[in-house]
């Protein structure tokens, strides 16, 4: 039974979420999936170039009305992945006002485990419209406090005051940390640590980034799964 550690505006955390058998099915699953770095093909401006190198696990899909056009295994897929999309959608349900309702707010939720070496980080970022939230699971084995890799989050913008901003310059974010985003946020954030058997859902409007993972974290990886709720077409 999962317990809820910190609720905010369209911010949850619960812990404990899946039973010691499905945690450790799904741990097996994560580490017997194939990784290819984020940058493989090209450049994936999501993340900055001083952001590492992070690597990224195969994709599902929960699409029960298949209203999605994808190309990848779909709930159910046999694997332990159904397992944290019933614990996802459990979550959502219980929480509506975080992620929204499914069936209503969304329709499908797209996901894939993700390893973040010591080095690695995701800068700033609010993830697209197409979505109306985010979460994620964290599922290594353990994690101390001092070695980074916290998920923060931030107010929503103040459309008032980014109106009120200069002009962007010429700068894209990926390439320059000159850039107004500084400006972007109330830099008071919530700062989750990614322990074990914890799950975060973000809603929509959330500024959020991953810290670094620290040098202390050593030859430890953040593992988890991240993935969005798909808004309704
Ligand atoms: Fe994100």
Redesign the pocket.
């Known amino acids: 039974m999962s317990t809820v550690s910190l609720r905010q505006e369209r911010l949850l955390v619960a812990d404990g979420l899946l039973g010691a058998s499905s945690l450790a099915a799904l741990r097996d699953h994560v580490a017997l999936s194939d990784y290819r770095g984020v940058h493989g093909q090209k450049w994936d401006r999501v993340w900055r170039l001083w952001d590492g190198n992070p690597q990224r696990g195969p994709s599902v899909y929960y699409d029960p009305d298949r209203r999605f056009d994808h190309k990848v295994p779909a709930y159910p897929t046999g694997t332990a992945m159904d397992l944290l999309i019933d614990a996802v959608r459990t979550q959502s349900a219980l929480h509506p006002d975080i992620t929204g309702v499914e069936g209503v707010d969304w329709a499908g939720i797209y996901l894939c485990p993700w390893l973040y070496p010591v080095g690695s980080a995701l800068s700033l970022?609010q993830?697209a419209a197409k979505y109306t939230g985010?979460f994620t699971f964290f599922l290594h084995l353990r994690w101390r406090l001092h070695w980074g890799g916290e998920l923060f989050v931030y107010p929503p913008a103040d459309p008032a005051r980014l109106g009120s901003l200069p002009g962007l310059g010429h700068d894209h974010p990926w390439m320059s940390d000159d850039g107004p985003e500084d400006d972007m946020i109330a830099d008071v954030a919530v700062a989750i640590s990614p322990s074990p058997n914890r799950l975060v859902l973000l809603g929509e409007d959330r500024p959020?980034r991953v810290a670094r993972v620290d040098q202390n974290a050593g030859a430890h990886v953040r593992a988890s799964i991240a993935g969005f709720f798909l808004r309704a077409p």
């Open positions: 970022h993830d985010s959020h």
